[in-house]
């Protein structure tokens, strides 16, 4: 007796299998959510003086997406941060929502790509332009950036934005 399959059922049978794979590769994405607690941190190298961030309004959260080998691939971070930001110095102070919503994006060759939209602070030590920058965006802004695990910050290799920029340190300065 001689089974045969039919070369429909054949194909019907891979676009399944196919389906199933793709389904189990998706179901292999893990995603996980955590809540960001409001803070209190100084940032220095940013501005000629030191700035205080005291989060006055903190109900973001991270929420995480991992592949299927468990390595970080996205991080997004929606939810409401409004921060004061003081020139230790003078103690002159700006309260800024920065609540977003950003995108990291990790990428095969080690770098890091940010999609900030809305409201947000970019800020870099001088490795853009030579010269350090805290700024206040409102619109979007794109960074490509590679970890520096001497300093542990992001050495950004680009930046562009669109929409309105302001100059924290200026505003601070008094």
């Known amino acids: 007796m001689r089974v045969g399959v039919s070369r429909t059922a054949a194909v019907g049978f891979a676009v399944v299998v196919a389906v199933l794979v ?3 590769t998706a179901q292999a994405r893990t995603k996980t959510r955590t809540p960001i607690p409001p803070s209190d941190y100084s940032v220095t190298g940013f501005c000629p003086f030191t700035v205080h961030v005291h989060d006055l309004v903190g109900r973001q959260v991270e929420t995480d ?10 991080s997004d971070f929606h939810g409401a941060l409004v921060s004061d930001f003081t020139n ?4 002159q102070s700006a309260r800024l929502n920065q609540s977003g919503p950003v995108t990291i994006t990790h990428n095969a060759d080690g770098s890091i790509t940010i ?4 409201r947000s602070i970019t800020g870099d030590q001088g490795h853009i332009l030579g010269d350090p920058f805290l700024t ?7 960074i490509r950036a590679v970890p520096n695990s ?3 910050f992001l050495d950004f290799t680009s930046i562009t934005r669109t929409g309105h920029t ?6 601070l300065s008094g």
């Not at 999609?115 to 809305?118: D, E, L, Q, T």
């Not at 302001?166 to 505003?171: E, G, N, Q, S, Y």
């Open 22 to 24: 793709l389904a189990a």
């Open 65 to 74: 997406t991992f592949d299927a080998g468990g390595n970080l691939i996205r």
């Open 88 to 91: 230790v110095e003078t103690h």
């Open 115 to 118: 999609v900030a939209r809305g």
């Open 136 to 142: 206040y965006n409102s619109g979007r802004v794109v």
């Open 150 to 152: 001497q300093t542990g």
């Open 166 to 171: 302001t100059d924290v340190c200026a505003a």
